[in-house]
């Protein structure tokens, strides 16, 4: 492993780093992560054009399979820009609330695209009503979930954002059975949109951790699972619905 970078922001250490073997694969790759070990971006060095996580590909395909024709996304949580950069030619919004790791993404993984830093909720309230096709909601940092993006107050936003057909499009980490906050972001969000699936990275151990994307929508959702990058449909139990007064 190569170090490039390293420094603390906003309460995160974040690291880049260059490694040739990256879970399990072999090649060169140039990682950006939190101090915990936590990928928040990968890029192929060999080449550069291909998604190397799960979650991005699988968010990808179900962008692109349900309106090939999208014109325009809002993303929260920037990372190394993976699915900005790979919608090039579409009006594609990211909100990062770290300006460091815009900077990174720039200097260390080539990205040129637009990023606005600020809280994404914040930013996202400014965008004009029923125009967006997409949120993608794909925000973390070392701390933990901002819980404040996953409430029904910031779901409802979404919805009024996006037009008749659009969907939210959710990646999140937690248990692999009977985890209470994925479970209360599913009840959170069939509050509010009408068609739901949940889909999830399945591990040896259903204790560990796991990776799901959650998809709420004005319309039913479609997938082709062979190209969902090794994701299963699975649903969690409803659990707490999330209100903004829980959080302060």
């Known amino acids: 492993m190569k170090l490039l970078h390293r420094e603390q922001d906003r309460g995160s250490v974040i690291t880049v780093r260059e490694t040739e073997e990256l879970y399990g ?3 060169r790759f140039r990682v950006l992560e939190f101090a ?3 990928a928040q ?11 190397v996580l799960e979650y991005p590909r699988a968010i990808v395909h179900l962008m692109a399979h349900n309106d090939p024709a999208f014109g325009r996304a809002f993303v929260i949580g920037h990372g190394i820009g993976t699915i900005s ?10 909100a990062e609330i770290s300006g460091k790791i815009v900077e990174l993404s ?3 993984f080539g990205y040129e695209g637009q990023a606005e830093v600020g809280d994404g909720r914040k930013l996202l309230e400014r965008e004009p009503d029923g125009l967006l096709d997409y949120v993608v909601l794909d925000a973390f940092t070392e701390k933990g979930v901002p819980w404040h993006l996953f409430t029904r107050g910031c779901f409802q936003t979404a919805a009024d954002k996006l037009d008749e057909h659009g969907a939210i499009l959710i990646n999140m980490f937690g248990r692999g059975r009977r985890d209470v906050h994925t479970e209360a972001v599913w009840a959170t969000l069939a509050d509010v949109f009408p068609h739901m699936r949940g889909f ?3 591990q040896e151990d259903p204790l560990d951790p796991m990776n799901r994307i959650l998809v709420g929508s004005k319309r039913p959702i479609e997938a082709r699972m062979r190209q969902m990058a090794g994701f299963v449909e699975d649903e969690p139990e409803r659990g707490t619905i999330l209100d903004d007064d829980m959080f302060g």
Do not use: Q, S
Not at 41 to 51: H, K, M, Q, V
Not at 85 to 94: E, G, M, N, P
């Open 200 to 202: 999830a990275l399945p």
């Open 41 to 51: 971006g990968a890029l192929d060095l060999n080449d550069p054009g291909r998604i």
């Open 85 to 94: 950069r790979h919608f090039a030619d579409k009006a594609i919004r990211t």
């Open 25 to 27: 694969e072999k090649g």
């Open 36 to 38: 915990n070990g936590d």
């Open 106 to 108: 720039r200097l260390y």
